[in-house]
Nanobody, 126 residues
Framework: QVKLVESGGGLVQAGDSLRLSCVAS????????MGWFRQAPGKEREFVAA????????GYADSAKGRFTISREDTENTGWLQMNSLVPEDTAVYFC???????????????????WGPGTQVTVSS
């Protein structure tokens, strides 16, 4: 069992940056692939970014490419989502997710993930 807790959300202006953190406890993060998803009011949860267990493989939603960077540091049991050039359309609750995997793939589908954090709110004003 892995417990995930996100932090780093907040209210920012368009063009600003935020760095979201996802801290894992209960089990080492090193055997898990990780992902970030977001859900805006009235919309379905959508994929943002994902990273493989070994950190070598990453994938991004088109909306995140060139602006967001996913990373991880297993010695700290932590993953991050660096978000730059934020726009109001990025406003959402952001969720961290993890799942045990030994294939070194990344997973853009929410159905691949077993463990989820409670989310952190990101609000971008224009």
């Amino acid at each position: 069992q892995v417990k995930l807790v996100e932090s780093g959300g907040g209210l920012v202006q368009a063009g600003d940056s935020l760095r979201l953190s996802c801290v894992a406890s209960g089990r080492t993060l090193s055997i898990h692939a990780m992902g970030w998803f977001r859900q805006a009011p009235g919309k379905e949860r959508e994929f943002v970014a994902a990273i493989s267990r070994n950190g070598r493989n990453t994938g991004y939603a088109d909306s995140a490419k060139g602006r967001f960077t996913i990373s991880r540091e297993d010695t700290e049991n932590t993953g991050w989502l660096q978000m730059n050039s934020l726009v109001p359309e990025d406003t959402a609750v952001y969720f961290c997710a993890a799942t045990i995997d030994y294939s070194d793939q990344y997973f853009p589908s929410s159905r691949a993930y077993r463990y989820w954090g409670p989310g952190t709110q990101v609000t971008v004003s224009s």
